[in-house]
């Protein structure tokens, strides 16, 4: 499922992702949204800059998409009170052997909900 609204690279080669949760979401409970969804949207804006070939290392292709693989030092705080809009930023990609780290951050009213790194697999 598409979890985005849109997702751009800036000219810097960070990564940008946004989306505004609406109480109907699928992936709301009780008036807030999971930090699992949470989550996969900041996984797909990683995921949107993988796939464009963002990475330092010119012998680095690019991977379709990804998946993710390993999650490192991620936390969640924050109010996930909906409606929110989130806003994703992926700062860092490196990618090495059909791996790429992304570190990356959630950002809600100005606060940050979601932080870590994480390691995204093109699955071969």
């Given amino acids: 499922m ?5 997702a751009w690279i800036q000219s810097s ?12 979401h699928p992936m ?15 996984c797909q804006t990683a995921a949107c800059g993988v796939a464009a070939g963002i990475s330092p290392q010119a012998d680095s292709p690019a991977l379709p998409g990804g998946r993710l693989a ?5 936390e ?8 929110l809009e989130i806003e994703f930023t992926i700062e860092e990609v490196l990618t090495l052997q ?3 780290l992304c570190i990356g951050t959630a950002r809600a ?3 940050v909900v ?5 390691y995204l697999s093109n699955g071969r």
């Fill in 98 to 100: 059909g791996k790429s």
């Fill in 114 to 118: 979601c932080h870590g790194r994480f």
């Fill in 76 to 83: 969640f705080s924050g109010n996930l009170q909906v409606p």
């Fill in 13 to 24: 080669g960070i990564v940008k992702g946004r989306r505004y949760v609406a109480a109907d």
């Fill in 70 to 74: 390993q999650l490192r030092d991620v």
């Fill in 28 to 42: 709301v409970r009780q008036g807030r949204l999971i930090g699992t969804a949470l989550l996969e949207m900041l």
């Fill in 109 to 111: 009213a100005g606060d």
């Fill in 2 to 6: 598409l979890m985005l609204d849109d």
